[in-house]
């Protein structure tokens, strides 16, 4: 694996282990190791495809729909569909 990924991986998982409610108020808490790999699978596929290794913001936002049991939906939507009802992305 490249090592520009693992860093980035690294300092996202120090950046929620020392904000742990940013975290909380993203995805579930069980689903925590879950998120990260998704994170790193994510950045190792934008690496490959030489694009930058963070991800998106959209590409973030598909995760945590993903993880928090919603299908992400394609298309460009500004709207996110929650459990607690539809959330603005601007």
Known sequence: MEV?????????????????????????????????VEVEQ???????????IPLTRQQLIDL????????PKKGGEVFVELIYGKFFLN
């Not at 945590?64 to 299908?71: A, D, I, S, Y």
């Open 42 to 52: 994510i950045a190792i596929l934008n690496f490959e495809g030489g694009k930058e």
């Open 4 to 36: 520009d990924v693992t860093i980035y991986v690294s300092n996202l998982k120090k950046f929620f282990s020392d904000n742990p409610q940013d975290l909380a108020n993203l995805i579930p808490e069980k689903m925590f190791d879950d998120f990260f």
């Open 64 to 71: 945590c729909v993903k993880l928090n049991g919603n299908p």
